[in-house]
């Protein structure tokens, strides 16, 4: 680091020497000056060559229900050599369920002027396109990316968009295989989904494609908020299912543990998307690791960073899968999961 001599310290230099009166004069402006003129130099050099990346993190859900997929993309972009506040700065923004803040959320990272934009979950992916063709976006996570418009293919996204694709919507049905080997009488499944996820119809085609040939009729069950998920319960209790599926949705993350509460009084056999509404309470799930789709995240970023073009970049797929199941909510329905099935789990919570 270059660093300017204090000017009084020319100055009483030049003053310990035997001068006439005017040349100490014009000596200490030609010090002043020299000095000025370090100063500009010295602190021009202390620039950075370029100006520190911005991020926007936009998530769909809240912050506390996806802190170890944060963390993940965190620690990836430490292994980077990305240092937050030091050699890239992250704005982060949680919309925590509600679909109608991401629009404001997203224009407000794009008035930032973010160099780039990571997306966690479908809406908060859509909501990022809507706002911006220009800034790169990075899906950290997203059911079906081309069958809900957001590229045009995996292997060749176009536009600004790439990213990693969760596949919910290409494993939905083996959620559906699995419920049925645990509950083998249950004839009759509800399923809560969210129409306002483009995400969750897809996947109640997919399971609805599937159902005949596994003896299952189905019960959809629509919720967009608290009170929708109690009346959908309030309906499941009078047509009694005979199991749940919860598609995969960041409402339904963020209310998970309401939802595996009215499970478990319902004495209802549910399976989740992910993990961590295993971990709030709900009996089995089965889906992507997601903390390994953030940590991936962390690459797309550094390839764009570095000058990467987002439409040339393809679409990643998962390809490790968790079946997760919480023995402890088994127990409080009075369900014994088959040996054959905890011997597949990849976890199992006592």
């Not at 993309?73 to 679909?99: C, H, N, T």
Request: some cysteine.
């Amino acid at each position: 680091m270059l660093r300017c001599p204090w000017p009084g310290r020319w100055w009483s230099l030049w003053r310990s020497a035997r001068l006439p009166g005017s040349m100490r004069r014009i000596g200490l402006a030609v010090v002043l000056t020299l000095s000025l003129a370090l100063a500009l130099f010295a602190a021009e050099a202390q620039q950075p060559g370029k100006r520190v990346p911005r991020i926007g993190f936009l998530a769909s859900f809240s912050a506390e229900v996806i802190k170890s997929r944060v963390a993940a993309f965190q620690q990836a972009l430490r292994e980077l050599g990305y240092v937050d506040g030091e050699s890239i700065i992250i704005e982060y923004r949680y919309a925590e369920g509600k679909f109608e803040r991401l629009p404001d959320l997203a224009a407000e990272l794009v008035r930032l002027r973010v160099d780039l934009l990571v997306v966690a979950g479908a809406p908060a992916a859509h909501a990022a396109k809507n706002a911006t063709s220009v800034i790169p976006i990075v899906i950290g996570n997203a059911a079906d990316p081309v069958g809900t418009g957001l590229v045009a293919s995996l292997a060749r996204p176009g536009g600004n968009i790439t990213g990693l694709s969760d596949f919910n919507t290409g494993v939905v049905t083996k959620r559906l295989e699995l419920l049925k080997q645990v509950v083998p009488t249950a004839s009759r499944v509800a399923v809560l989904l969210n129409p306002a996820n483009p995400t969750n119809p897809p996947q109640l085609k997919e399971i609805q494609a599937a159902a005949p040939a596994l003896g299952v009729t189905l019960l959809a069950l629509e919720a967009k908020g608290p009170d929708d998920i109690d009346r959908a319960f309030a309906v499941m209790r009078t047509e009694r299912p005979g199991a749940l599926i919860v598609l995969g949705d960041p409402g339904f993350v963020t209310h998970q543990r309401r939802i595996a509460e009215l499970a478990v009084k319902s004495r209802l056999p549910a399976i989740w998307a992910v993990r961590e509404n295993v971990n709030a309470g709900g009996l089995m799930s089965y889906g992507t690791d997601f903390d390994g789709l953030s940590r991936r995240a962390a690459y797309f970023v550094d390839k764009i960073l570095k000058g990467a073009k987002p439409a040339d970049l393809p679409v990643e797929q998962p390809t490790k899968f968790e079946l997760v199941i919480n023995l402890k909510t088994a127990k409080a329905i009075g369900l014994t999961i088959p040996q054959s099935i905890l011997l597949r789990a990849d976890e199992v919570i006592q």
